[in-house]
């Protein structure tokens, strides 16, 4: 078997696609893409794809070494997400080729189902309760929302307040029985995410995702100290070198995302790295559906999983859902609050090519937001 052809797909609301195609018509998907820099990856994955074409795609882990390491520059967001994505395509090949799902070419199938989370609320939160409510009558068990919306590095009394005000009402909806996660997204200073974290510890969040920017990971270990609650990161970490300082730092919960560092392969060793130092993963995707069906792959055969982020819903899909690229949606349901195990070969997502396709001739370009404070100055989102 050889790869003939790599393709790209720009489709709403933000995401990238790419279809690896093959000799013997089996096909692989994958999801590569930065968000706000869909163009550049694609732009990469086209550079990559002159190494895949004319090679057995059954190799995967050669593959992703040549992707990797073929050339004197190497890392960073934009290359690891290309490789991401072909990586997906490239199991998603193996997969069909054998007929078994991606998990059980992974070691086998460690649980049944995978608890799931969803978003609330946006980049500026506000009527955080109502939407929590709506997620619990969906089914979830758990949701995530921001801590804040534009915030100072050093933020004053009624910014604290307003934090622990927004996470109080939550808790309120949710009650006990469910689980509330909070992002800072990196907003906070070091000084302020240790000032701001033990305070929400009595409405027991289920963790604080990324308390500081990952330029400051060095600084980890001194919030870790500083606080009881549960911390994570990784959704802008590209690597196992990446990771290790911030568990050696005392995260308790990994978040590579599959789209980002470096597909199922390196998530795989990531998760393993997570292992020997009693962390626990739980994989970064506000994406689509490839990119989820990649995480569920992983988190099916992860000892040391914990739970698994989607985006339906999510402020972002203004102009497209998840599902809206998959012809068939019933393993995506979470009825109570999980994804059961899937058995279909490959990524096990079946993937509609005529909507793809239709969708990448209206294209996006899709770009974060640009926030200044009232004082001109520039702001973290």
Known sequence: MKITSVETFLVPPRWLFCRVATDEGIVGWGE?????????????????????????????????????????????????????????????????????????????????EVRVYGWIGGDEPSAVA????????????????????????????????????????????????????????????VAAARRVIPELAPLHPLFVEEPVLPEY?????????????????????????????????????????????????EVRRIASLAETFDALLAPHCPLGPIALAASLQVAFATPNFLIQEQSIGIHYNTEAELLDYVLDRAPFGFPNGAIRRWEAPGLGVDIDEDAVRAADARGHRWRPPVWRHDDGSFAEW
């Not at 072909?86 to 460690?110: E, R, S």
């Not at 921001?146 to 933020?155: I, K, L, Q």
Request: proline share 4%; glycine share 12%.
């Open 32 to 112: 590569p893409v930065v968000e706000g820099r869909a163009e550049t990856v694609r732009a990469a994955v086209d550079e990559l794809a002159d190494l895949l074409v004319g090679k057995d795609p059954l190799r995967v882990e050669d593959l992703w070494q040549l992707m990797t390491k073929a050339a004197f520059y190497r890392g960073g967001p934009v290359l690891s997400s290309a490789v991401a994505g072909l990586d997906q395509a490239l199991w998603d090949i193996l997969g069909k080729t054998l007929g078994v799902p991606v998990h059980q070419l992974l070691g086998g199938a460690v649980r049944d």
């Open 130 to 189: 109502e939407a929590a409510a709506e997620q619990a009558e969906s089914g979830l068990t758990a949701v995530k929302m921001n801590a804040s919306g534009r915030v100072s590095r050093m933020p004053g009394r009624s910014e604290v307040d307003g934090v622990i005000a927004r996470l109080a009402a939550v808790r309120e909806v949710l009650g006990d029985s469910r689980d509330v996660a909070v992002d800072f997204h990196g907003r906070f200073g």
């Open 217 to 265: 990971t060095h600084r980890l270990g001194d919030i870790v100290a500083a606080s009881t609650v549960p911390l994570a990161c990784g959704e802008r970490l590209y690597s196992r070198t990446d990771f290790l300082p911030a568990l050696q730092a005392g995260i308790a919960v990994a978040q590579p995302d599959l789209s980002h560092a470096g597909g199922i392969s």
